[in-house]
């Protein structure tokens, strides 16, 4: 018999109690958001599990099948590629989550993505089954909820860390928050984090039907807007929202800044380094509120960072910053 196991992206689809086919389709109709069937060709390392819609880690062996969805990924510290690049039937699962595409570009740091071979797409009724299927949806065209934005200077920079710490403590002062992680190629278990932390609700990118957020701009602020009206509607005191890797990257980090607007008040700049700081300062236009992220390691660094920036500094891996991080949203958010 064979294992079928339904990774994180099949989420907010209904596979796992309703019915479908396994059709193959020629590349030219491929699109990316497909949800396709893949069969594993090699034995997992263990960097590269199946992360499932319950956002375990599953240990899949060669012969099994994973349901996943073609899309794109372009990070700065681990892979490249595109269900565009596929050549045959070799794919590979760019993320845990099921990002199906092929790599072009792969980190020398880390091990070699899962391979896997197409089996065919998912299918109901001769048509295929798509993320968008399944997107989110919304009563109304409002968005006006406080929000802490969250971006970094390049992926691994601190944001979810940052992100959760944060959601605590408003939790902790009796405030009702939502996280949500609005752009990006990442796992569910991250924002599930937020939850953990105290988030009343959790959303991400795969709520509003993306696979990914390497997409056309137009077809990202489509699909993002119904996410933002849909937590309009559940009227939390704050949303606190990560915007991807960072703003400068091809995940559409500008765009989903542009769609928070004017709802945005603090912005937390998760660093890799001082000097990114001031990098993102100049290239993008960003004056943050608050640093924090590796940038932030010791107190020469933070020291630096306000030398260079004039901004306030946090190491929120220090026990002793959460009164710090208190101290801050109080005084900028009057909680």
């Not at 992360?51 to 681990?78: K, Y």
Request: proline share 5%; with cysteine.
């Amino acid at each position: 018999m064979t294992v079928t196991s339904f990774a994180s992206l099949t989420r907010i689809a209904d596979f796992s109690d309703q019915p479908f086919a396994i059709e193959r389709i020629s590349s030219s109709h491929w699109a990316s958001g497909d949800y396709v069937v893949g069969e594993m060709v090699d034995a997992p390392h263990r960097v590269y599990n199946i992360e499932l819609a319950s956002g375990r880690m599953v240990h899949a062996l060669p012969g099994d099948r994973i349901v996943g969805a073609f899309g794109n990924r372009s990070a700065t510290l681990e892979g490249v590629g595109s269900y565009r690049d596929i050549a045959g039937s070799d794919m590979h699962a760019m993320t845990s989550a099921g990002l199906f595409g092929e790599i072009t570009s792969m980190s020398q740091m880390i091990p070699p993505a899962l391979r896997l071979k197409y089996v065919g797409h998912v299918s109901r009724r001769g048509n295929k089954v798509t993320m968008s299927d399944f997107a989110i949806s919304a009563n109304s065209e409002n968005f006006s909820i406080p929000t802490i934005l969250l971006v970094g200077t390049s992926m691994s920079a601190g944001k979810t860390t940052t992100g959760r710490l944060i959601v605590h403590e408003l939790e902790d002062l009796g405030r009702k928050v939502i996280g949500a992680k609005l752009t990006g190629a990442g796992r569910f278990r991250d924002i599930l984090s937020f939850h953990d932390a105290g988030a009343s609700e959790v959303f991400d990118f795969v709520d509003a039907g993306l696979p990914s957020t390497v997409v056309p701009e137009d077809e990202f602020r489509r699909a993002i807007r119904p996410l933002l009206h849909h937590i309009h509607e559940l009227q939390p005191d704050f949303l606190v929202a990560e915007a991807g890797a960072s703003p400068l990257e091809p995940y559409n980090g500008a765009a989903a800044i542009e769609e928070l607007g004017n709802n945005i008040c603090c912005t937390v700049l998760c660093a890799s380094d001082p000097y990114a700081v001031v990098g993102v300062q100049n290239a993008f236009g960003l004056k943050p509120d608050l640093v924090t992220g590796p940038a932030t390691s010791t107190s020469a660094a933070i020291d630096l960072v306000g030398e260079l920036t004039g901004v306030d500094a946090i190491n929120v891996m220090d026990p002793r910053s959460a009164g710090q991080i208190r101290q801050k949203l109080q005084a900028m958010l009057g909680v």
